[in-house]
């Protein structure tokens, strides 16, 4: 059996990619590593990438992992730990698959002014997993000559299990309110204050429009003034959710809303929504594009203005029948593309890929 060891931050949503991977028939070991904050001091940083290393450095030599499956976002905070694992894992001889779950712009554009560096690092990597064809594109126009897989998020095959969308589809017409929901990390990068504006314009024409903001983050105190000075009613805040407790938000709940500000991948918020049938309403960007080439999803635009948003979602609200088409649509790709077991097979045969070019090699 293929050993397999994956590093991911501990602080990050791709602990849960890898914890709907329980069947998956490799040894896949696990290293966790904490967060770095931007209160900390210069050489408390300095400290805690030494003690990574080395314990990173104490399971090469214990374990000898075939591969080591690497998932940074490709960001100025994870490239010199990326460096140093990457660097460390090729010492002990071991493959390395890279795994970008984010994508930064700024952090792009400085990669494209220090071409020997790059070139550098991105040699040492054997094969590459992205989640927009857009970074594909910036791999491939950066010369790598590696094997760039486009992947996606997942959700526990039984995340869906409850729902019945044609039972909620059927009370459309008599609904006595319209549940928006934004689930993320409380940020105004993340869109929440658009959000909350796109909202309060729809309330000015529609009485029964309520807003659930889940989450928590920087900027939760700030979005609960902004409600309060504006005298918003129907916004209620869940706090961070889980398990079944974010399994009934997304039921009670009719459409998703994530204006959000940064390049992403692929938000698992997203794919978890459209398994519960939800339609979407976000901005074109990284995976979320993709995304909406492949499936209707929802209402997605390039504009970060409030009074656009809530177009979008005035659009769901007042056409049931595009609102049942694009809920169908939604919940139909997300049971066939997102569950853990049918990407569990699609990483099994990446890890395959890069363990037989280790044996020929």
Known sequence: ??????????????????????????????????????????????????????????????????????NPSLSIRSLLPTTIYLILSKLFRSRVLVFFHGWDPSTEKLLEQHVGSRRRLLGLVDAFIVLSQDYRQALERWDVKRPIFVETTVVPDDWTKDVDLEKKLKSLHRKSKWVILFLAEVLSKKGV??????????????????????????????????????????VTFSGYVSGNEKRNVFAQSDIFCLPTMLSEGLPVAVVEAMCFGLPVVTRAVGGLKD?????????????KDAIVIAEKLETLICDSDLYASIARNNYIYSREHFPASTASKRLRCIYDSISIRQTNS
Do not use: W
Not at 195 to 209: D, G, P
Not at 214 to 223: E, K
Not at 291 to 303: D, E, H
């Open 1 to 70: 059996m293929i050993r397999i060891l994956v590093v991911y931050d501990r602080n990050r949503g791709v602990g849960q990619y890898f914890k709907a991977f329980q069947s998956l028939p490799v040894d896949l070991q696990k290293f966790k590593v904490g967060k770095l904050t931007r209160a900390e001091s210069a050489l408390v940083k300095v400290s805690r990438h030494v003690v990574a290393a080395s314990r990173f450095t104490y399971l090469l030599i214990r374990l000898r992992p075939r591969v080591v499956h690497l």
């Open 193 to 234: 204050f658009v959000a909350i504006e796109a909202t309060r314009i729809l309330q000015k024409k529609y009485h029964n429009v309520e807003l659930v903001i889940a989450g928590d983050g920087n900027d939760l105190a700030g979005a609960q003034e902004y409600v309060r000075r504006t005298m918003m009613e129907n």
């Open 291 to 303: 995304l909406s080439q492949r499936v209707s999803l929802g209402c997605i635009t390039a504009s």
